[in-house]
C-alpha cells in the first residue's frame, strides 16, 4: 500500500470512529428510555458518506468498512442485524451529502 492510500485509510477511519463515537453515546443514553423506547437503529450516514466521497472510495468497500466497524463495537452482531449497512444505505446517502452540497452552493 503507498502511502498515500495509507493516509486516505486512515482518515476514512478516523471519521468512521468519530461517527460511532456519536452512535455509541446515543445507545447508552437510550439505556435510559423505556423498553419500548430503546430501540436503536443507525440511518444517517452523512459524515460517511462525504469521507468516502472525500477519498474516492466505493460504495461496497464503505459499506464493508462501516459495518465491520459497528460489528466490532457490537451494535450489529449474528442476532443483531438490523443496523448492518449495505452499500445502497451508502449510495442513497451520498446522494443526499451531494443534493445538500449542490443546494448550499448556489
Known amino acids: 500500500m503507498d502511502l498515500n492510500n495509507e493516509c486516505k485509510l ?8 468519530t461517527y460511532l463515537h456519536h452512535q455509541l453515546s446515543l445507545k447508552a443514553e437510550s439505556k435510559t428510555l423505556t423498553a419500548s423506547q430503546s430501540h ?9 458518506a462525504k469521507t468516502l466521497d472525500r477519498f474516492g472510495f466505493s460504495d461496497r ?3 464493508a468498512i462501516v459495518s465491520a466497524a459497528l460489528q466490532d463495537v457490537g451494535i450489529i452482531s449474528e442476532s443483531k442485524v438490523l443496523n448492518v449497512v449495505d452499500r445502497n444505505k451508502i449510495q442513497r446517502e451520498r446522494t443526499k451529502a451531494r443534493t445538500t452540497l449542490s443546494s448550499q452552493s448556489l
Request: charged letters at 15%; glycine letters at 4%.
Open 10 to 17: 486512515k482518515e476514512l477511519c478516523a471519521s468512521i470512529l
Open 40 to 48: 436503536l437503529t443507525v440511518t444517517k450516514f452523512s459524515a460517511v
Open 61 to 63: 468497500a464503505g459499506a
